[in-house]
């Protein structure tokens, strides 16, 4: 590969860009933070991205991140514009570190704090981070242990070397129009974290993203506030190989001129991508994704839709184009600034049902030593396993949707009922939904099953467990009761194990119900609704038959009382153990 010296100050022109469009590496640029003017670009290679002025307007405020000198080092990842570069997103990804003055050997006049922060950057075509990080990691050390920042050799072998190697990886196909990249793409994602520690909330946060509301994640570090967002646009099937137009809502490329698919093979993959209309136009006209962005792109914010991620409470605190969700990374919580989304992103019991499923299974394959990769390295919990599951849901939803549009009148309740009737409303009113309505074939849900993974396997019981399991589960009982466990006296150590024991039993007895025949059967129950009512509506007495609601409320008041039961009986252990403890603190 030709290389281009450091001294080459030609600007490329849009036309020689296209001609090296299957090249994967822009360049690497230096920023570094001047106390004086604010982040710069010092050096690039090529030369010519230092000389560019719309580049140098964006990148250092996105390389250096607000508060970024507050950590050691931290990563960020970004979506940039830059037309004179490249007609659609170019890709970042930075590395700042900080190294005391006094350990440098070349120090130089510009030199005249304490402290010395720089970010490596990588510009892209493409967002492969995984491979892109773990190189970018190994090289900016080197860079730092010369002690030299002003030697850019290294650097620039970095460039030469680095697009050869990506190449290979990425094992790039002629075809320009393939929509589902391979997994190098991905090994920057770990879905397996993201529903480990997110649980339910994130089939919430998927439906946020189909709706195409403003959404904000807010947090630190900046690495792992991004990571989340690009976890949950891997989550939409082929959305993440397709992101050209995410960084900026003028760009529309993706959609402009897409027509219907013309055939459909089952056993191709491709094929069946192209016929359900994927990847959706999430972020194409008049949307964004912006992993980390800047104050400097606050502006951009008064488009209708967007996917950003800060860590400035500016951005939470302005009176105008206000986010419709927050997303707390440190409290885990969405806050949603708009009630008439609470309903909509509601999960139904079909929802908690099949999420829970996927959450059972990544928590049983769990491996503490490697959070990324099941404990057997077995499929079954890996990502491609989640992934799969989640590309089940999303062809399950957009079929739901074209059949709801084409029978709007004549739709099959129990599958509106599943994927939540106000949702589904509101997907085939938003423009997403339109735009892939006109070049998905009205066949799609004759031929996609447009029922929910889960329709007709939940029952009232169940749902209600799921329900006191993730609420126990937000209330972070082991984190709250933690330090006040540390906090107490020797006077009460005594009494200690007989409430710890009191608290083991509690949720060994939830436990058990959970797991007790009724509620881990819910066909056997549904069965049993279901005959109920046929039974009731075919009487010979000519009974009238009982509607929906009083089918959910019997099963409801049977759960309650079950539920009641099962605390009357525990009632009395619990009472004794704690009397145990009192006698145990008198004696003592």
């Not at 290679?45 to 307007?57: D, F, K, M, T, V």
């Not at 799609?444 to 447009?450: F, K, N, Q, Y």
């Not at 539920?563 to 704690?578: E, K, N, P, Q, V």
Request: hydrophobic share 35%; aromatic share 8%.
């Amino acid at each position: 590969m030709q290389t281009t010296e450091w001294g080459d100050c030609g600007m490329k022109s849009p036309l020689e860009q296209k001609k090296n469009a299957s090249h994967i590496i822009i360049g690497v640029v230096v920023v570094d933070f001047n106390h004086l003017v604010g982040p710069q670009i010092e050096q690039s290679y090529p030369r010519h991205l230092q000389e560019n002025e719309a580049l140098g307007s964006q990148l250092p405020f996105m390389a250096l991140p607000d508060g970024s000198h507050m950590s050691g080092e931290d990563y960020c990842y970004f979506h940039l514009h830059c037309e004179s570069i490249q007609h659609d997103t170019i890709f970042g990804i930075s590395y700042n570190r900080q190294i005391m003055s006094d350990q440098l050997i070349n120090k130089g006049s510009q030199v005249t704090r304490s402290m010395v922060q720089k970010a490596v950057v990588i510009l892209a075509t493409q967002p492969i981070f995984g491979p892109m990080r773990a190189k970018l990691s190994m090289v900016t050390q080197a860079y730092f242990d010369q002690r030299d920042l002003n030697n850019m050799q290294i650097l620039e072998e970095f460039y030469d070397n680095l697009e050869s190697g990506l190449a290979c990886a990425m094992e790039i196909q002629k075809d320009n129009h393939k929509l589902d990249a391979n997994n190098t793409l991905y090994m920057g994602t770990s879905l397996r974290e993201l529903v480990y520690k997110w649980r339910f909330k994130v089939l919430m946060l998927m439906k946020l993203l189909l709706l195409q509301r403003r959404t904000m994640f807010f947090g630190y570090p900046v690495e792992h506030l991004c990571t989340l967002q690009y976890n949950l646009v891997s989550l939409i099937p082929a959305l993440l190989p397709s992101l050209q137009d995410a960084a900026v809502p003028e760009l529309n490329t993706c959609s402009e001129g897409r027509s219907k698919a013309e055939s459909l093979k089952m056993t191709d993959r491709q094929s069946l991508l192209s016929y359900m209309g994927l990847p959706l136009p999430l972020f194409s006209k008049d949307a964004f994704f912006q992993p980390y962005c800047p104050l400097q792109q606050m502006e951009m914010l008064s488009s209708p839709s967007w996917l950003i991620g800060t860590t400035n409470r500016i951005f939470k605190h302005q009176r105008t184009n206000c986010p419709d969700v927050v997303v707390e990374l440190e409290s885990m919580q969405i806050q949603v600034q708009d009630p008439s989304l609470n309903s909509l992103i509601a999960l139904t019991p079909a929802d908690r049902r099949w999420m829970d499923g996927i959450i059972q299974v990544v928590q049983e394959t769990w491996n503490h030593a490697d959070p990324g990769q099941p404990d057997q390295m077995q499929y079954e919990g890996s990502d491609d396993y989640i992934r799969a599951r989640f590309e089940e849901y999303v062809f399950g939803l957009l079929s739901a949707a074209k059949y709801l549009h084409l029978n709007p009148h004549g739709s099959d309740v129990a599958v509106v009922q599943s994927f939540g009737g106000e949702f589904l409303d509101a997907f085939c009113q938003s423009r997403v939904f339109k735009q892939w309505n006109s070049y998905t074939d009205d066949t799609l849900c004759d031929l996609i099953s447009h029922q929910h993974p889960f329709t007709g396997k939940t029952t009232t019981i169940t749902d209600m467990a799921l329900r006191l399991q993730a609420g126990l589960h937000d209330l972070h009982l082991e984190e709250n009761w933690a330090p006040t466990k540390e906090a107490l006296t020797a006077a009460l150590q005594a009494g200690s194990s007989s409430l710890s024991k009191v608290t083991s039993s509690w949720r060994q007895d939830l436990g058990r119900l959970a797991s007790s025949s009724v509620w881990s059967s819910p066909r056997a129950t549904f069965d049993e609704s279901r005959e109920a009512v046929d039974g009731a509506s075919s009487s010979p007495e000519g009974k009238i038959r009982p509607s929906a609601l009083e089918v959910t409320r019997a099963q409801g008041t049977a759960a309650i009382s079950q539920i009641g039961s099962f605390l009357s009986t525990r009632r009395r252990t619990w009472y004794d153990a704690l009397q145990g403890r009192s006698t145990s603190n008198q004696k003592s």
